[in-house]
């Protein structure tokens, strides 16, 4: 059975960083992209950065450009999202999945693992 599981929230204070985890188990995660979203209290689901299978080409949404770097290490079936000069806008549950938000795909001929599935998130809460 496929399961996505999301580690490393946590508290930061502003300006501080922190490095998520999805670790996978049930598929082999190496043949798929696998995106990053977060949602915060009272707002719409985002995603938040895509990386394909290869880990070759990644793409992020605007507002975590140059803050944020998604990776993987296929050996161990996990997906990273390292997140700097964090602020209180980055407070959200943090989720990874088996698909990548419109307009963050890293590159629409790689393959998505069907169906969609998504792990149970981590929240990541950012204040002083």
């Known amino acids: 059975q496929l399961q996505l599981v999301e580690s490393g929230g946590g508290l930061v204070q502003p300006g501080g960083s922190l490095k998520l985890s999805c670790r996978a188990s049930g598929f082999t995660m190496a043949h798929y992209s696998i995106g990053w979203f977060r949602q915060a209290p009272g707002k719409e689901r985002e995603g938040v950065a895509c990386i394909t299978s290869n880990g070759k080409s990644t793409n992020y949404a605007r507002n975590v450009r140059g803050r944020f770097t998604i990776s993987r290490d296929n050996d161990k079936e996990t997906v990273y999202l390292q997140m700097n000069s964090l602020n209180a806008e980055d407070t959200a549950v943090y989720l990874c999945?088996?698909?990548?938000?419109?307009?963050?795909?890293?590159?629409?001929?790689?393959?998505?693992?069907?169906?969609?599935?998504w792990g149970k998130g981590t929240l990541v809460t950012v204040s002083p």
């Open positions: 999945s088996t698909t990548c938000g419109f307009g963050v795909v890293a590159d629409p001929s790689d393959y998505f693992y069907r169906p969609e599935s």
